[in-house]
């Protein structure tokens, strides 16, 4: 049976996109007849099995170093890379995959196959992994197997930053794992269910939700994500009582919830910060919701942002180009409510386009190069 080493860096399990991204790739891996090995840090939410928390069904092995037990950074972060590589080099014939650069290049430096996911630009990276990444040529070395890019623009910012050769990189955008079937939504309207899934970070857009409540009080608004210690400084100061504010809540039970609302947004600002409010990536972003939502078969209104167009239009979202414009966003909601059949073609069209980017199918193309 093949081989596949995943080496993630953050808290799992937990709320991070990041880490249901990698797990939900194992997990596909491990579908898909390889057998699997998550390499993890000691951190993540203890009240949940890994398992339980993104409701797996199929087997993947956890290597977790449990004396790394904050997020590895500075020398815990060489420390944490180290204990990767030693663990690495005893299993025969693997590929090993990572979003990190320096355990990739480290990786290499020792002749192991690998994979590297690219999501953004490299301005969050150590200076020490920009300084490889500019002098090395690493990225075209030949046990660098395939680099994916989640967007377009991740792969022509590569080529052209670092002369990436194309062929070395494959478009990938994020997937999901939600299978339901797809069903009508009777819903008879008269108040909506609009719901918001995901970080709570303000370039994420939940001000305009919170905005939206107030200005309009025939629907509902919902907003799952966060913290519970954020939720509640939230709550103090928005106490309108058709916004319902909830932490974020295991992943195992999100179809259900998500399966609950009439409208899904995307209601992302202009410059949308990554986790860690580091650096802007409204340029680049897959996010992991879009595709949920799809996958649910719901009606999506979104901020037009062109990095979002490379897998949706207009059959499947309505966009807001003027995103920063609270009443351009009721406006379009009380269009939709009014318009059933819409409401009807668009969820229809988007439970069918969910089936193109679903993470079993995805994993095929990481190694059938």
């Known amino acids: 049976m093949k081989k596949i080493n995943y080496i993630h860096f953050s808290s799992m399990p937990s709320h991070l996109p990041s880490s249901l991204q990698v797990i939900k790739t194992c997990e596909s891996f491990s579908k898909n007849d390889y057998n699997v090995t998550l390499i993890k840090p000691g951190t993540g939410n203890k009240k949940f099995s890994i398992k339980q928390y993104y409701g797996l069904k199929h087997e993947v092995n956890i290597k977790e170093f449990s004396s790394i037990k904050s997020f590895p950074q500075g020398f815990k972060f060489y420390t944490y890379c180290i204990y990767c590589l ?91 794992s939600i299978k ?54 939230l ?23 998500m399966n609950e609302m009439d409208i899904l947004t995307i209601p992302y600002t202009k410059n949308i910060k990554s986790a860690g409010e580091v650096d802007d990536i409204a340029k680049y972003t897959s996010p992991l919701k879009l595709f949920d ?8 209104i979104s901020s037009d942002l062109k990095v979002l167009r490379e897998v949706i239009n207009n059959k499947n979202a309505i966009f ?25 073609i668009m969820s229809k069209n988007n439970h069918k386009l969910s089936k193109q980017f679903d993470h079993s199918n995805r994993v095929k193309k990481y190694v059938e190069i």
């Open 235 to 257: 709550r103090k100061k928005n106490i309108n009582n058709n916004l319902y504010l909830n932490e974020n809540i295991p992943y195992v039970h999100l179809p259900r919830i």
């Open 320 to 344: 807001i180009k003027n995103f920063e414009n609270i009443f351009e966003w009721k406006k379009n909601i009380i269009m939709t409510k009014n318009n059933k059949n819409k409401i009807f």
């Open 293 to 300: 939502y799809l996958a649910v078969g719901k009606m999506i």
């Open 86 to 176: 030693l663990y690495i080099l005893k299993i025969r014939n693997s590929i090993s995959i990572s979003r990190n650069f320096f355990i990739i290049y480290l990786l290499l430096l020792f002749r192991k196959k690998v994979i590297l996911e690219i999501h953004h630009d490299t301005k969050r990276e150590s200076r020490l992994s920009r300084f490889i990444l500019k002098y090395s040529n690493f990225l075209n070395n030949k046990k660098l197997l395939n680099i994916v890019a989640v967007s377009k623009s991740v792969k022509e910012l590569f080529i052209e930053k670092y002369k990436v050769q194309s062929k070395k990189i494959t478009v990938l955008p994020s997937g999901s």
């Open 180 to 233: 339901i079937n797809f069903k009508p939504n009777l819903n008879n309207y008269k108040r909506m269910k609009i719901g918001y899934f995901g970080s709570i970070s303000p370039s994420k857009g939940i001000n305009t939700i919170i905005k939206l409540s107030k200005i309009d009080q025939d629907n509902d608004y919902y907003i799952f994500g966060g913290l519970k210690n954020e939720i509640n400084k």
